[in-house]
């Protein structure tokens, strides 16, 4: 089985902090995604990587970038962390096109 | 800009009610629709679903997808307490230049009372 491992499960941070989110996958997969989730507006994609190195824009970047020096490893990166940056964030990794995601448990960020 | 529509947003049923989640998209260069289900944590994988007319079935789970009409319907026949949670409906659509975009629908949440 694939396994998607998000390092926290709850985070609280202060506003202007930098803070790290960090996601690894078990199974080889190009693709890794981040997205942030909230009551009523769904799963938002972040960004995502389909290779090492490379990164795309999702539907809202803005104060977040990622890293993805191995391929296993997907980290997202809050730059100052801002109190509307409270939610709950989800990383996903996917073999291939045709193939489903599969999701880690998720983190949910706290910035006070 | 790709859309999702996801309906009903919520739903509260009795156990051993039959229910059907509703899923419609607008995307170009369409390449598959998959549903979700999320309890409490991470959604879980249910269907994928590429081709038209062609129903997929899991236990008391079933899809089936209309490209025609540009939807799909998530169906779950005698309902348990344990089928609650969110059902996410995702469309995967090519972007150019060997990229591609997922769009997720806002979910519907299921209740199911005893």
């Known amino acids: 089985d694939v396994k998607v491992t998000q390092s926290s499960r709850y985070l609280v941070k202060r506003t202007g902090e930098k803070v790290f989110l960090e996601c690894v996958q078990d199974?080889?997969?190009?693709?890794m995604f981040w997205y942030r989730q909230d009551p009523g507006l769904g799963l938002r994609l972040i960004y995502f990587?389909?290779?090492?190195?490379?990164?795309e824009k999702g539907d809202i970047p803005e104060g977040y970038s990622v890293s993805r020096e191995k391929k296993e490893r997907f980290s997202l990166i809050l730059e100052s962390a801002s109190t509307n940056q409270t939610s709950m964030y989800l990383c996903?990794?996917?073999?291939?096109?045709?193939?489903?995601?599969?999701f880690g448990d998720g983190t949910r960020l706290s910035i006070l | 800009e790709d859309k999702v529509v996801q309906s009903p947003l919520s739903l509260v049923v009795h156990e051993g009610d039959t229910v059907t989640l509703n899923c419609s998209y607008e995307?170009?260069?369409?390449?598959?629709l998959l549903w979700y289900k999320q309890e409490k944590k991470a959604p879980t994988f249910l269907f994928m679903l590429?081709?038209?007319?062609i129903e997929k079935k899991s236990g008391r789970l079933s899809s089936i997808l209309d490209k025609k009409e540009l939807f799909s319907i998530l169906n779950i026949t005698a309902t348990q307490t344990g089928d609650s949670a969110v059902y996410l409906c995702?469309?995967?659509?090519?972007?150019?230049?060997?990229?591609?975009?997922?769009?997720f629908g806002k979910g519907t949440k299921l209740s199911v009372i005893p």
């Open positions: 995702a469309v995967v659509a090519y972007s150019g230049a060997g990229s591609y975009q997922l769009t």
């Open positions: 995307v170009t260069n369409f390449r598959s």
């Open positions: 990587s389909y290779d090492v190195k490379m990164k």
């Open positions: 199974m080889d997969h190009e693709n």
């Open positions: 996903a990794s996917m073999s291939a096109i045709n193939q489903p995601q599969h």
């Open positions: 590429t081709s038209s007319g």
